[in-house]
């Protein structure tokens, strides 16, 4: 069966029967027996048109207004043409029977005369709006189909509800003459910021804030840190009940120390070390709006190893890991520290940043963008800051600090080998950092990546909340031993592989369905086309759930605070925490994937009802 070319929904141009006009159409249905597509025009008319009638809005390209004819004086309607004839011009009879050249311009002027033009008129908002068929302005679907030439780019003002568009017939003269009324309407209706009326299809600010807009971000600036230290707090306690909340507060300058700062300092320059080691293979990511695709060295696996020799060989040749506990606090400040340095440097450089490198996240609002991160790939020549904190120093040092606690609690629990629940807790985390690491360009095709700066969001996010909330089990375990018995760790681990099989299948099946749409290995895969030319899944792991990997990832998690036991509520602030941030995440992505693919993603949602926990969410 022949496969169809133009998707449900989609925006094309259809010739109107029995003229060679094109308007703008939009895609009802398509039957795959008589191979007809079902349209519908502006004005509501509904016609079936053959695919060969149909073309996409692309192939329609605006001529230049000055005429085909190379010289002035040929060009229609001029009167400064000479009257007199040159004396080795042909009679006037001879000139149109032999001039081949001449009868190809008679033509054009013809067709310049009858020529008409669908013309863009800037409206009011009404019910045919731009962002029901295409879901949203090219500038946001800047992974997909890099923009070759200034000639393909359709632009709107960016508003708050998107401009609609409406056509017109004008000839051709009279379009021209009217081009300058036009852009003088367009500056009075658009009321978006002057970056956003560039046409620029990156670095554009955004009215679309999230997380409650700038006053939002700046509490949850001024509120993590402080939150992240009466968790650590709470933990130290020996009855970690919310009856003692809050905990008794160490005097500041019982948290700072320069030479735990250096230590930090030390561990952060290793890991750019080993970063930039010329290991490992080197991969392009996902297509910018300008078509480049920039490179990454994927080596994190390859750190990982060096990292464990490192440290190996520092235990051997005597250096106590136990320090880092009896520092924890002090380590947790310097990490602080140091993500808000690195957050004011990166929003100094933004500063300067073209506008084709800011972030499709960045609204123009300091406060915000600072939070949120305004330049969407900074680099210091090859070395990416975004995509190295990314999964370097936080998730490697996430291991390091369970090994750090699972040391601790045979110190000071007087054991000779670790209990089981902290063998359970560090075994279970250190598949998950292991299966990152080892999947690393995984990573490339991720909102943070794609589409989130680089700011105070990432930058606490990797490098602090990562290494000291993540590992909050295995601190729980220090001072609050729990005894498992093996049946129970049984059925903790089955429900950790379980986890991890949703996790890793779903993923694999979505990066190699990205990778290759036509691998055979897929073909029994079910989709959905979609105007922006790719397709959705709608069965196997990504036709269960809209979001099969958070699913895994969740039962994953509560697999990590089982072994903790039910005294108290704190291990599991983890679960509660990660539950309410992929509940926001899917939100996030159902808002940006419902103004990516329009019609198509709605359907995908009536094909697959539930978005991360079946038949409940």
Request: proline letters at 6%; charged letters at 20%; a positive charge.
């Amino acid at each position: 069966m022949p496969s169809r070319k133009f998707a449900d929904g989609e925006l094309v141009r259809g010739r109107w029967p029995g003229s060679s006009l094109y308007f703008e159409v939009e895609i009802l249905s398509h039957d795959s027996s008589s191979q007809l597509y079902t349209v519908k025009y502006k004005d509501g008319t509904e016609l079936e048109l053959k695919e060969s009638d149909i073309k996409p809005l692309t192939s329609f390209r605006q001529r230049k207004s000055g005429s085909t004819s190379s010289s002035p004086s040929r060009r229609r309607g001029s009167r400064s043409r000479s009257r007199s004839r040159s004396p080795g011009r042909l009679p006037k009879g001879s000139r149109r029977s032999a001039s081949a050249s001449h009868q190809a311009s008679v033509k054009e002027m013809r067709k310049e005369v009858l020529e008409v033009k669908l013309t863009p008129l800037v409206l009011k908002p009404f019910g045919n709006s731009i962002s029901r068929y295409n879901g949203e302005p090219e500038h946001l679907e800047r992974n997909d189909i890099p923009l070759k030439s200034t000639q393909e780019k359709f632009h709107l003002p960016q508003e708050s509800s998107y401009v609609s568009t409406q056509y017109s017939l004008r000839p051709r003269r009279e379009e021209i003459k009217l081009t300058e009324i036009d852009s003088k309407e367009e500056k009075i209706v658009t009321k978006a910021p002057p970056l956003a009326r560039t046409g620029e299809v990156t670095g554009t600010w955004t009215k679309d804030w999230e997380f409650g807009g700038a006053p939002g971000a700046f509490l949850i600036m001024l509120g993590l840190p402080p939150f992240l230290f009466l968790l650590l707090l709470m933990c130290q306690q020996r009855e970690p009940s919310l009856l003692n909340f809050p905990p008794p507060l160490p005097a500041l300058r019982d948290l700072w120390e320069t030479r735990v700062f250096g230590v930090y300092l030390l561990w952060f320059l290793l890991q750019t070390l080993f970063h930039l080691l010329p290991v490992g293979k080197v991969v392009e990511g996902m297509p910018l709006a300008d078509g480049r695709r920039l490179k990454y060295r994927l080596n994190g696996f390859c750190a990982f190893i060096l990292t464990s020799a490192v440290v190996g060989a520092s235990v051997f040749w005597g250096v106590e890991l136990y320090y880092v506990y009896r520092h924890f606090l002090q380590f947790a400040l310097a990490a602080t520290v140091f993500s808000v340095a690195l957050s004011v440097y990166l929003s100094v450089r933004a500063r300067k940043a073209p506008r084709e490198e800011l972030s499709p996240a960045s609204s123009g609002n300091a406060i915000y963008d600072f939070f949120i991160g305004r330049e969407l790939n900074p680099r210091i020549g090859t070395f990416d800051l975004k995509y190295f904190c990314e999964l370097r120093p936080g998730l490697i040092g996430w291991v390091l600090v369970n090994l750090v606690m699972l040391l601790a609690e045979m110190k000071l629990q007087n054991r000779a080998t670790p209990s089981l629940a902290m063998i359970l807790v560090n075994s279970f985390q250190l598949l998950y950092v292991v299966d990152a690491l080892w999947n690393e360009e995984a990573v490339l095709t991720t909102m943070d990546i794609i589409h989130d700066g680089f700011g105070f969001m990432l930058a606490f996010g990797d490098l602090v909340w990562v290494p000291f909330v993540y590992s909050l089990q295995a601190f729980y375990l220090v001072g609050h031993p729990n005894e498992v018995s093996w049946p129970v760790a049984s059925l903790i681990i089955a429900l950790k592989l379980c986890g991890y099989v949703i996790f890793r299948c779903a993923n694999s099946q979505k990066n190699a369905f990205r990778k290759n749409p036509t691998d055979p290995k897929l073909a029994h895969l079910k989709t959905i086309h979609t105007s922006t030319g790719k397709s959705l899944l709608v069965s196997g792991w990504w036709g269960f759930v809209r979001h099969p990997n958070y699913l895994g990832d969740l039962v994953m998690a509560l697999a990590w605070s089982l072994p903790c036991g039910f005294n108290h509520i704190l291990p599991y602030f983890y679960v509660i925490y990660f539950t309410l941030l992929l509940i926001h995440r899917e939100a996030r992505d159902e808002h940006q994937c419902r103004k990516k693919y329009g019609l198509a993603w709605e359907k995908y949602c009536r094909r697959v009802p539930y978005r991360i926990f079946p038949y409940i969410y």
